[in-house]
């Protein structure tokens, strides 16, 4: 597979994976959104949210794999990439927060029963 077509394969499965709330592109930030907005996102297997980590590798080693300097655009692309995962999770970690386990199951918190 080529580079190009790695990197647009890989965004749009991300997007395709994004709630609905986040917009036709799945980039809007969106923050209060119930763990079930989430689910699609939240796979806790090898081929869920890790493969979107081993993508991120792949695509910064293509980036500087060449022997040039990479280019602007791609490295631009990748980080903001990264910084959109970075903000799903830390999303996620709210949520945790309050109560909600990443698996989008209700937890108990200090105020209720187990």
């Known amino acids: ?23 036709q592109d799945g980039t809007r930030r969106v923050e209060g959104l119930p763990p079930s907005a989430w689910e ?3 796979v806790p297997s090898k081929n869920g949210f ?3 980590l081993v993508g991120l590798t ?11 300097s990479p280019a602007p655009e791609h490295v631009n692309a990748w980080q903001t ?10 999303v996620w970690g709210l949520d945790a927060a309050k109560g909600w386990a990443i698996s ?4 108990a918190t200090d105020n209720e029963p187990a």
């Open 1 to 23: 597979m080529d580079f190009d077509r790695f990197v647009l394969d890989l965004g749009a499965w991300w997007r395709s994976i994004q709630p609905l709330e986040r917009g």
């Open 58 to 68: 792949w695509w910064r080693k293509a980036i500087h794999a060449s022997s040039e």
């Open 104 to 107: 989008g199951k209700r937890k």
């Open 50 to 52: 890790y493969l979107f």
């Open 81 to 90: 990439f990264v910084e959109d995962i970075a903000w799903v999770t830390t």
């Open 40 to 42: 699609k996102v939240r």
